[in-house]
């Protein structure tokens, strides 16, 4: 028989037989078993950091998204903010620009009043018309107005008299924005 034969024979007759004998063999095994886990362990831990950076952990996703959320809630909080303090402004311009718009409103309503007046005393009727600047019927030109576009004599309600209607700064926004431009045209006129 060859010894090949022989030695499965005496490890099937004799398992200890397989099982190294002396206390040096049996720590080379031990070394050489506690080597191999290490070196599984170190291959498997590279795999798991080189995966790592080829994607970002879910993490790192919730922290990009944060970050993203923060900056669009912080541009979102700006305008908010912007918009609030615009309103603000406005309403305190509109406030500092009323008794300069009120006396240039009071100047125009009793033109255009007198004009009306003279109108029904001579035709017995009011004249009425839609929006403009200037009426040649009654000779009214509200063109170089500061604060004021355009007016309008329309029927009051129970159609016995005449209501004037004044297009311009009529609300807080568009005083503001009336009054601004007075000023600029005041500092830095066009003409």
């Keep these: 028989m060859s010894e090949e034969v022989k030695d499965t024979e005496n ?12 206390n040096e063999q049996k720590g080379k095994s031990v070394q050489e078993s506690i080597a191999n886990v290490v070196e599984q362990y170190s ?14 952990s879910a993490k790192k996703d919730l922290k990009i998204k944060m970050k993203k959320n923060k900056k ?9 903010t912007l918009a609030f303090l615009l309103a603000i ?6 406030y500092i620009a009323k008794p300069e718009i009120d006396a240039e409103s009071e100047k125009i309503t009793k033109q255009i009043y007198d004009a009306e007046t003279t109108y ?12 403009t600047s200037y009426d ?51 500092y830095y006129p066009l003409d």
Excluded at 120 to 131: A, D, I, L, P, R
């Design 43 to 56: 291959s498997f831990r590279d795999q798991v950091r080189d995966s790592s950076l080829k994607r970002p």
């Design 11 to 22: 490890k099937v007759d004799n398992p200890q037989a397989d099982i190294p004998q002396n």
């Design 72 to 80: 669009s809630s912080g541009f979102l909080l700006s305008l908010v």
């Design 136 to 186: 040649k019927t009654l000779g009214v030109n509200i063109s170089k107005s500061k604060y004021f576009t355009a007016y309008a004599v329309v029927p009051d309600e129970k159609k016995e008299n005449c209501e004037i209607r004044l297009y311009g700064a009529t609300d807080a926004f568009s005083m503001a924005y009336y009054y601004v431009k007075d000023l600029i045209n005041k």
């Design 120 to 131: 029904y005393n001579t035709f017995s009727k009011f004249h009425f018309f839609n929006e």
């Design 89 to 94: 402004l406005c309403g305190v311009i509109a």
